[in-house]
């Protein structure tokens, strides 16, 4: 074969892998991106990657909707097979699909390899108090993206702002950019960062995923419910790395805003470690382009304060997206959210809750 024919063939089968991409996202096609399938290739520059399953399938979803709507950036959602079915179910009932791909977490997490492996990590990979923990930090290390924003289901953007943090990595270099954690862990915060898919930092997922296994097994670092937290073995691996890997702390402007920070007075610890008087005007107007509030745990917060701060920025009253999307996703057949009735039930009597306080 000439070099001129063979130059044709290869430019022929690029374009093949193009359109094979381009079709995944158009149409929302699940794509297998385990380490092994011939499919797992970074087929956008920048992204955002949310993580969730149960009740946070429907969360997700929401937040994709004002992500996709708002920010010039892809949209993926990694679950298990009950959050892909949802997600389905939710595009149909509302006619729109805002990710471009979703990928079935599951399926990684039963072929990762590591120091902790075979039945225990089987058994783990199921086990309430470490499956998600386990599941995130395969995420982070396994996005499609080049540059990737990760952020929890309940993470909802207010400002496109955002974006910023995909120019920090080109500016400074820098493998990961990660938000402080000043109020339970120390460390960072593992549900709102933005990674570069380089060497060093895919090293570090799998070792912090390792670490994370292995207080599974211990049970070390949990919270009061008995859940192991990852932000210290996050913050004891990037230290162990040192100067491998580049980490720049995320500047205040862009974090999320969490609940700590808009209780009256503020937290002094959390403002003044940013160099920032506690203030009214700051607690009523943060910077930050994103509102990290958990819908279940506060949701009187997304009507008190994540509607007024997002509505500043123009995306209009976040909790009737978040509560029509949740009610129409609890409608449907229980086994698709892959929980129980009874948890179901709490699911939805929280939200509930919210909506009268």
């Given at each position: 074969?000439?070099?001129?024919c063979f130059?044709v063939v290869?430019l022929?089968l690029?374009?093949?892998?193009?359109?094979?991409?381009?079709?995944?996202?158009?149409?929302?096609v699940?794509?297998?991106?385990?380490?092994?399938?011939?499919l797992y290739?970074r087929?956008a520059?920048?992204g955002?990657?949310?993580?969730g399953e149960?009740?946070?399938?429907p969360?997700?979803?929401?937040t994709a909707?004002?992500?996709?709507q708002h920010?010039?950036?892809?949209v993926s959602?990694?679950t298990?097979k009950?959050g892909?079915?949802?997600?389905s179910?939710?595009a149909?009932?509302?006619?729109?699909?805002?990710?471009d791909?979703?990928?079935d977490?599951?399926a990684?997490?039963s072929?990762?390899?590591?120091s902790?492996r075979g039945?225990a990590l089987?058994?783990?990979s199921v086990?309430?108090?470490c499956?998600?923990?386990l599941q995130?930090i395969?995420t982070?290390?396994r996005?499609?993206?080049e540059?990737?924003?990760?952020?929890?289901?309940?993470?909802f953007p207010?400002?496109?702002?955002?974006e910023?943090?995909?120019?920090?990595h080109?500016?400074?270099?820098a493998d990961a950019?990660?938000?402080?954690?000043n109020?339970?862990?120390g460390?960072?915060n593992?549900?709102?960062m933005?990674v570069?898919s380089?060497?060093?930092w895919?090293?570090?997922t799998v070792?912090?995923?390792?670490?994370v296994?292995?207080s599974?097994?211990?049970?070390?670092?949990?919270?009061?419910?008995?859940?192991?937290l990852?932000?210290p073995d996050?913050?004891?691996q990037?230290?162990?790395?040192?100067?491998?890997?580049k980490?720049?702390?995320m500047?205040?402007e862009?974090q999320a805003?969490r609940p700590?920070m808009w209780?009256?007075g503020?937290?002094?610890?959390?403002f003044e470690q940013?160099?920032l008087?506690?203030?009214?005007?700051?607690?009523?107007?943060p910077p930050?382009p994103?509102?990290?509030?958990?819908?279940?745990?506060?949701?009187w917060l997304?009507?008190?304060r994540?509607?007024?701060?997002c509505?500043?920025r123009?995306?209009?009253?976040v909790?009737?997206l978040?509560?029509r999307t949740l009610?129409a996703?609890?409608?449907?057949?229980r086994?698709?959210?892959?929980i129980t009735?009874?948890?179901?039930?709490w699911c939805w009597?929280?939200?509930?809750r919210g909506?009268?306080?």
């Amino acid at each position: 074969m000439s070099s001129a024919c063979f130059c044709v063939v290869l430019l022929a089968l690029a374009a093949a892998a193009v359109v094979l991409f381009g079709l995944a996202a158009a149409t929302g096609v699940v794509l297998d991106v385990s380490p092994s399938s011939s499919l797992y290739a970074r087929y956008a520059h920048r992204g955002i990657v949310l993580v969730g399953e149960g009740c946070y399938v429907p969360v997700a979803f929401a937040t994709a909707t004002l992500l996709a709507q708002h920010l010039n950036a892809s949209v993926s959602l990694f679950t298990n097979k009950e959050g892909i079915a949802m997600t389905s179910a939710l595009a149909t009932h509302f006619g729109h699909f805002p990710y471009d791909t979703l990928i079935d977490a599951t399926a990684i997490i039963s072929r990762h390899g590591g120091s902790v492996r075979g039945a225990a990590l089987q058994q783990l990979s199921v086990d309430p108090r470490c499956a998600f923990r386990l599941q995130k930090i395969l995420t982070i290390g396994r996005s499609p993206y080049e540059h990737t924003i990760f952020m929890d289901a309940d993470a909802f953007p207010c400002s496109s702002r955002i974006e910023r943090l995909f120019e920090l990595h080109d500016l400074s270099g820098a493998d990961a950019v990660l938000m402080p954690e000043n109020k339970h862990t120390g460390g960072f915060n593992s549900g709102f960062m933005s990674v570069k898919s380089t060497p060093a930092w895919r090293t570090l997922t799998v070792r912090w995923h390792d670490r994370v296994a292995h207080s599974c097994q211990h049970r070390r670092h949990t919270n009061a419910v008995g859940s192991v937290l990852d932000q210290p073995d996050l913050l004891a691996q990037i230290q162990q790395m040192g100067s491998a890997l580049k980490v720049l702390p995320m500047p205040y402007e862009l974090q999320a805003c969490r609940p700590e920070m808009w209780k009256r007075g503020g937290d002094a610890d959390y403002f003044e470690q940013h160099g920032l008087t506690p203030n009214a005007s700051i607690i009523e107007h943060p910077p930050c382009p994103v509102a990290h509030v958990n819908p279940f745990k506060a949701p009187w917060l997304l009507l008190r304060r994540v509607d007024k701060f997002c509505d500043t920025r123009g995306l209009g009253k976040v909790s009737s997206l978040v509560y029509r999307t949740l009610k129409a996703g609890l409608a449907f057949n229980r086994t698709d959210l892959g929980i129980t009735r009874e948890r179901a039930e709490w699911c939805w009597t929280h939200i509930r809750r919210g909506i009268k306080q």
